[in-house]
């Protein structure tokens, strides 16, 4: 939910002298109506500036967001993600809440597992090297490749183990052993990579969605027009019911 005050008294003067034909409760229903069309819009901004933000965002996550009209008698419009269950299904609006505020990682099976492998205090996560090959599409390590990695890691002497990221540092990494013949005298070479770091101060994720901005933007964008409307309509109304 994002809130923006609007004063409207300082906006009516910028309105023709139909104004004057307007009575409070005229200026209350004109109002209204042009804070909910105004959050319409902003809704319709929010809906497609996600892809921007989200790689490929599920229809569960674009049908989270949601309007509260304004009323007459309450000159307050709400849009946003909702952060109510619906359904039975986990919110957008709360799922949402670590790219749109920041937030420490939160520690998975893997982050522990290769704390205990590597006999450091807990807190520590796995952070992914550049080049090791071991993101999907998605920009997530499948869980089957932690498993084989951290399954034979935590046996020792195998293709992957723990050891410092270079001699004398007490930051860890997990590695992987490789071997193969080169050259034209099919030279065995044994070569290694690191795959993970096991970084023991993980960094607090800055806000990656600005959502509240969005929001804003495409109310902001679309009140001028929308109370120009609305007033047009409401004096047309006026005008109707004094005839």
């Not at 994002?2 to 200026?27: G, M």
């Not at 920009?139 to 004398?168: C, D, F, H, M, W």
């Not at 490789?178 to 096991?198: A, D, V, Y």
């Amino acid at each position: 939910m994002a809130t923006l005050r609007i004063d409207l008294d300082s906006q009516l003067p910028q309105l023709d002298k139909r104004v004057r034909l307007l009575t409070d409760t005229n200026l209350r229903f004109m109002a209204a109506r042009a804070m909910t069309e105004a959050a319409k819009a902003a809704q319709q901004q929010l809906k497609q500036a996600t892809p921007r933000y989200i790689d490929r965002p599920t229809r569960w996550t674009l049908g989270g967001t949601y309007v509260r009209f304004a009323k007459a008698s309450d000159l307050t419009a709400e849009v946003g993600f909702r952060s109510d269950a619906q359904r039975g299904g986990n919110p957008a609006g709360a799922y949402l809440q670590p790219i749109v505020r920041g937030t420490t990682p939160k520690l998975k099976g893997a982050d522990l597992a290769a704390t205990k492998i590597a006999r450091e205090a807990p807190g520590a996560v796995l952070v992914p090297s550049k080049g090791s090959g071991l993101l999907n599409a998605s920009g997530n390590v499948p869980l089957s490749r932690y498993a084989t990695i951290l399954g034979e890691a935590r046996q020792g002497g195998g293709r992957y183990y723990v050891g410092p990221v270079k001699r004398g540092s007490s930051v860890k990494a997990v590695f992987e052993r490789k071997e193969g013949f080169i050259g034209r005298t099919s030279t065995l070479e044994r070569t290694t990579r690191r795959l993970f770091t096991i970084d023991p101060n993980p960094k607090t994720r800055r806000p990656q969605f600005p959502v509240r901005q969005v929001l804003e933007q495409g109310f902001t964008q679309a009140w001028r027009g929308q109370l120009i409307a609305a007033f047009d309509a409401e004096v047309a109304r006026r005008l109707g019911a004094r005839r």
